[in-house]
């Protein structure tokens, strides 16, 4: 797995345009969050803005990437040949996906920490890293779900805009809102709940019992997601 993953961090950073538009762009858009946070903060809360910097960095950075790492691989029949040695499927996707698992996991929490610097840090640590790692998770399986769908990494660009644009747009809709009205729908769409999470985590003033209780719709989002993934997901091209 080490090899796969050593031999993907070399071509992630070889390749500008997935180096630019995955990693370098939703740093910047995060950090002019976080730099106007006073404005933003007045829209929601500070934990509204650490929503949309997990999110900003999960959906636009490891989704994204994920979606089009794949995609690319199969298309240069990458993916058909590492089948044809000793490791298994499990591995091949664990040492592609490692590097930009690691590179958005780094960038959410240094974000996350500038954030606590420049403002008031958050009131639960563990429950934050809990709801990161919950919004990772869900990331990868709907990027595994969405590969299956996705010819080249052309398509790519095509194929993550709904589920990319969605979270965002979810996170926003209920780190503003929160989620008072419309309970339920909220939480159920993905990212609404992991959004509410990181609200709770960072502003505090909710038991850790019933924020806990808020893993359940994202995991549950991550077995729906591996289910469609196990459904769509192609090693081949399409003949």
């Known amino acids: 797995m ?7 961090l070399i071509q992630i950073f070889r390749n500008r345009l997935v180096l630019v538009t995955s990693f370098i762009m939703p740093v910047v ?4 969050f976080i730099y106007q946070h006073e404005s933003f903060a007045t829209l929601g809360s500070l934990g509204y803005i650490a929503g949309v910097v997990v999110f900003t960095v999960g959906a636009f950075g490891l989704y994204a990437t994920t979606v089009t790492t ?3 691989r199969r298309q ?6 590492l089948r044809s040695t000793t490791a298994t499927d499990a591995t091949i996707l664990a040492g592609l996906l490692t590097p930009a698992t690691v590179i958005a996991g780094v960038q959410v929490t240094a974000m996350l920490s500038v954030l606590g610097v420049v403002s008031d ?6 429950l934050l890293a809990a709801a990161v790692l919950a919004t990772m998770i869900m990331l990868i399986g709907l990027g595994l779900a969405t590969a299956g769908l996705t010819n080249s990494p052309e398509h790519a660009q095509v194929t993550t805009l709904p589920v990319s644009l969605g979270v965002i747009a979810v996170t926003s809709w209920v780190g503003i809102s929160g989620t008072e009205n419309l ?8 990212g609404g709940a992991a959004t509410e999470l990181v609200v709770d985590a960072w502003n505090g003033g ?19 997601a591996l289910a469609l993934a196990a459904r769509l997901f192609r090693w081949e091209p399409r003949r």
Request: hydrophobic share 55%.
């Open 206 to 224: 909710v038991a850790v019992t019933d924020s806990l209780a808020l893993l359940a719709p994202t995991l549950g989002w991550v077995v729906v």
């Open 29 to 32: 858009v995060s950090a002019f």
């Open 76 to 81: 240069n029949l990458f993916l058909k040949r």
């Open 2 to 8: 080490l090899s796969i993953a050593g031999s993907e």
């Open 183 to 190: 309970t339920l729908l909220k939480r159920i769409l993905p």
């Open 70 to 72: 794949l995609a690319s």
């Open 121 to 126: 840090r958050p009131a639960n640590v563990p």
